[in-house]
């Protein structure tokens, strides 16, 4: 007797569908006059290790939870302690079998119990719409069940009008980790299911507003706009009482208009109303296409000086409130940010009412990502299987039905690292019949055959040069090929901003801003997404990857941004903003003129005001505005600076000038600075040499020179003037950057690993001799790593006028060096009491030779554990560039000056460079009780972008070399 094997079908939660009883998408209207009802707050909730491991019984009326515990919404349940976060970039962390997710499925059980206000309207519909939800739901009303969704960053809505009461309404919600959509949300983030975000009741009254769609063009020759607004159903009307519009939906009318941009804002109110219900609406006017090959807004090309953006907080996860969307936003604006990519699905919509207002291009990416078949060769891959496209259509619906209404949307995003197929093919023809007004956007295929844009990630800086000459090496199909090459081009990811760094952003920023095809690109990425948590001794740290017990995880990775997580601007930021100020500031101050050219796409420089300062030695001398005339785009003008004031022979002098808001903004106030430029004076003086007048005397195991006590065995400086000091002596090791370490799939070499196997993390120093001559103390040494003939002979020559001491030193290479070094100076030790510095140099913050834009020449104040910078996974940090001195003092004022020539860089901090190696986060690192440990270097190692990117550029290494370099060494108090 044959059987046949029936395969029971999938339970909703796995098959590949986008879920049941939803209604269609429609357009985000937080504008509506139609009652609401928040039901945010705290609700019942029950964790199950399975998705089966509890019936449905908690969705009946009556069922007693009150064993149950509790959860805020929105929130993700693993920061409240039931189960953990788990960080992975690429790989899925359950086993690949789409669209099978694990029986280990955590499973909340979510339940709130509401009543209607008094003043609920008795007629008409209901709509319960969920904002986001991670990764599956199904939902109960009152005991019925309304259906199940998936796409986690996408708002769904189900119909309940006949199902309310007027009190004891009984809504749950079961939400599932894993599901067949989480084989679509594999970006690079924390996994973090729950309800996170918003949940609410909206009353739909008769004849209200189904969805609308607003069309507002520009036409930058006539200078008019043409505003028409489709609504379902019709029959409603729509004024703009500043225009004097008053039309039917569907109507179109051409007036006058301001347009709207990034750079000007301009939004125009007004309302659509039918029979039920009125919407309010903010209408900006402006016209998106590729013409000749260059993107264009309002006819004038645009240059994205852009971020990318996860949603995160380091409590709440992905649960943002309006208070952070403002706050990062304000942050963008006054770092000189114009745009934003929504790595990688769409952010909460009032986000993007906020790009509305403040200004912002925005890139809106759907929610889906397939990375972690990349490894899998793509077999199997959702995007290329005909199963699941109505899921990949539905996701790209509701994210371009909820958004279309934003002028700041400029692009639509298929999404990010899905390979290729014709899923994705199907989204982009939906979005191209749906809202033919925008260009789409998608990086994995270079074909660009569903694109109307050329986008790469993280291509150097050679390669760009050549996309930007349109000489690029071809492709595929010849046909697409050509075509390719006729498209604009962006790099939707450059930069990327992990740790220390990222290094050759002015590279990149003078490629762009020099070929018209190169419109700019994305910072990866906006903040650093560690978990605020505490050691057992109440120690503040952020966690990372593997910090939760992760079975798979990709440790610090998800720590890459330009913001720390409490969103403290890191000098990442700090450069960049330097790096893409719209204005240009440049000239040769010593011949007196100064050449301003505006850098805006659309906007003269009426809204700046510029003041000039001149600087001795670091000290302002002289300051006063400068009369700028209001330059349109692109255009510049060369100014007269006034006379310098006098200074003393031989000071260094400088000229600061300022580019500055003349007026507050919304994000602004009136006297923050937009850009700014320094221009050389005076050089300065020659440093003045010490000159030998004290001879060293050897008594018993000490050698002492003028101010200085030697040990007499290794000619190692030990005290000077009373204070007791280890070292200095020659120190090539810095605790490697996470772009130092580079990433295996990048083909620039990886320094950071190179230098550990060679072994510059231990160096070993030998004396070879100490000499006495009759003014001159001069040591000889040996300095290399074990196992390895390479290395470099560094000679000390010390020399005294009785209150300072010199020391010279020259640099041999030994052997044949096949990697750059780490940083070339020497190191010592001082008192910890030294806590103050101050110098005469780069700052006030770090600077490494290809992150040094946004260094400013001054004197500088801070305590040594200021000049710290806190990355999340330690690092080297703290540099200053082109010191000319340096003091570091006691309460009391005792300390030690040092002078350098040439200029050097300068790194103070409270344990060594091996301590801060071996830390893996912020309170690894215990301060010395003893010693403050100093850096003098004549030369450091670039930072580059390694970690996802390309590496030091050549000219910001440090090859191996012959180098001579001098400091000189003076007691204070």
Not at 613 to 634: D, K, M, T, W
Not at 664 to 677: D, L, N, P, R
Not at 870 to 886: I, L, S, T
Request: one cysteine or more; a negative charge.
């Amino acid at each position: 007797m044959n059987s046949t094997q029936h395969t029971p079908p999938l339970p909703y939660y796995e098959d590949v569908s986008p879920g049941t009883g939803c209604l269609p998408p429609r357009a985000w209207a937080p504008g509506s006059d139609a009652a609401r009802l928040s039901l945010g707050g705290t609700w019942a909730f029950r964790l199950s290790p399975t998705a089966a491991a509890e019936d449905d019984s908690f969705a009946r009326p009556g069922y007693d939870a009150s064993g149950w515990g509790e959860i805020p919404v929105p929130a993700h349940w693993v920061l409240h302690g039931h189960g953990a976060p788990i960080y992975t970039n690429v790989n899925y962390p359950f086993p690949v079998d789409p669209p099978r997710v694990p029986t280990e499925n955590p499973t909340g059980d979510h339940l709130r119990v509401f009543d209607l206000p008094g003043d609920w309207p008795t007629s008409g519909q209901a709509v319960l719409r969920f904002e986001g939800v991670e990764s599956c739901a199904r939902v109960w009303l009152n005991g019925e069940e309304l259906g199940t969704f998936k796409g986690s960053r996408l708002p769904h809505e189900f119909a309940v009008a006949g199902l309310l009461k007027p009190s004891g309404n009984v809504l749950a919600v079961r939400v599932h980790q894993w599901s067949s959509g989480s084989y679509l949300e594999d970006q690079d983030q924390w996994w973090l299911p729950g309800i996170f975000r918003e949940v609410t009741l909206l009353h739909r009254p008769a004849g209200s507003v189904a969805d609308f769609f607003v069309h507002a063009s520009y036409d930058h020759v006539g200078g008019t706009g043409t505003l028409r607004v489709d609504a379902e159903p019709g029959g409603g009307r729509v004024t703009v009482p500043e225009l004097g519009l008053d039309l039917a939906t569907g109507e179109s009318a051409t007036v006058a208009v301001e347009p709207w941009t990034a750079e000007t804002p301009r939004l125009y109110e007004g309302t659509l109303t039918t029979g039920g219900e009125t919407v309010s609406l903010r209408i900006g006017f402006r016209t998106v296409l590729v013409e000749d090959g260059v993107f264009k807004v309002n006819g004038h090309r645009v240059l994205f000086r852009g971020v990318n953006r996860h949603e995160f907080h380091p409590v709440t996860g992905r649960a943002l409130d309006l208070a952070t969307m403002r706050r990062d936003l304000e942050l963008m604006k006054r770092h000189n940010i114009n745009a934003v990519r929504t790595s990688h699905y769409p952010p909460h919509p009032a986000f993007l009412d906020l790009c509305d207002e403040l200004g912002l291009w925005v890139v809106d990416e759907c929610d889906l990502e397939t990375h972690g078949f990349v490894d899998l060769d793509w077999r199997n891959n959702p995007v290329d299987d005909d199963r699941w496209t109505p899921a990949l259509v539905d996701r790209a619906a509701r994210m371009v039905e909820r958004d279309k209404n934003h002028p700041s949307i400029v692009m639509w995003s298929l999404g990010n690292e899905c390979g290729t197929g014709r899923g994705l093919s199907a989204m982009a023809d939906w979005i191209r019949e749906r809202d033919p007004s925008r260009v789409i956007h998608y990086e994995g295929d270079l074909s660009c055959a569903d694109t109307g844009i050329y986008s790469r990630m993280y291509a150097p800086h050679a390669e760009v040069a050549q996309i930007g000459a349109r000489t690029e090496a071809p492709w595929g199909d010849a046909a697409l090929d050509a075509r390719r090459r006729e498209l604009p081009f962006i790099q939707c990811e450059y930069a990327h901003a992990m740790g220390n760094g990222p290094g050759g952003l002015s590279e990149y920023q003078r490629l762009f801003e020099t070929h018209e095809r190169l419109q700019g690109g994305f910072v990866w990425e906006w903040i650093d997404h560690g978990f605020a948590r505490h050691t057992p001794n109440g120690t503040p740290y952020y966690a990372y990857g593997g910090d939760f017990g992760e079975e798979l995880h990709d440790g610090n990775f998800v720590c890459d941004g330009l913001l720390f997580p409490d969103r403290t601007p890191s000098p990442g930021l700090i450069e960049y903003k330097k790096v893409i100020e719209p204005v240009r500031i440049e000239g040769d101050g010593s011949g007196g003129t100064v050449r301003i050219t505006n850098g805006h796409d659309f906007t003269d420089l009426s809204h700046l005001a510029f003041s000039w300062r001149y600087e001795a030695e670091g000290v302002a001398v002289g300051s006063g505005e400068l009369a700028v005339p209001p330059l349109a785009p692109g255009e510049s003008a060369d100014l007269k600076l006034p006379a310098p004031a006098a200074t003393a022979p031989g000071e260094e002098t400088r000229w600061t000038v300022e580019a500055r808001l003349a007026a507050a903004t919304a994000w602004g106030e009136a006297g923050h600075v937009v850009a700014w430029a320094q221009l050389p004076g005076s050089a300065a003086a020659a440093p003045a040499s010490v000159t030998a007048t004290g001879a060293p005397r050897r008594g018993g195991d000490r050698i002492v020179l003028g101010p200085g006590t030697f040990d007499a065995a290794t000619g190692t400086l030990t005290d000077l003037g009373g204070l007791t000091l280890t070292g200095p002596r020659l120190d090539l090791w810095r605790a490697p950057t996470d772009n130092d370490n580079g990433a295996s799939w990048q083909p620039d070499e990886r320094y950071g690993l190179i230098w550990r196997e060679l072994g510059l993390h231990r160096l070993q120093h030998r004396v070879d001799a100490v000499d006495l001559a009759d003014r001159e103390l001069t040591v000889r040494t040996r300095v290399a790593p074990a196992a390895t003939d390479v290395g470099l002979t560094a000679v000390y020559q010390w020399t005294a006028d009785g209150d300072r001491l010199r020391l010279a030193v020259s640099v041999t290479p030994l052997g044949e060096w096949s990697c750059p070094l780490p940083r070339l100076g020497v190191r010592l030790g001082v008192p910890a009491a030294l806590g103050a510095a101050e110098w005469f140099g780069g700052g006030p913050g770090e600077a490494y030779p290809d992150t040094r834009a946004a260094s400013r020449l001054g004197r500088w104040a801070l305590s040594v554990d200021e000049m710290q910078t806190p990355y999340v996974r330690p690092q080297e940090n703290g540099a200053r560039a082109d010191v000319r001195w340096a003091r570091l003092t006691a309460p009391d004022g005792t300390g030690l000056r040092i002078e350098g020539h040439p200029p050097f860089w300068f790194t103070a901090r409270r344990w060594t460079t091996e301590q801060l190696d071996a830390a893996e986060h912020t309170p690894d690192l215990v301060a010395s009780p003893d010693t403050v440990w100093v850096n003098l270097d004549h030369g450091q190692q670039g930072i580059g972008s390694q970690s996802c990117g390309p590496g030091v550029l050549e000219p910001h290494r440090l090859l191996v070399a012959p180098a001579e370099f001098s400091f000189t060494f003076a007691p204070l108090g």
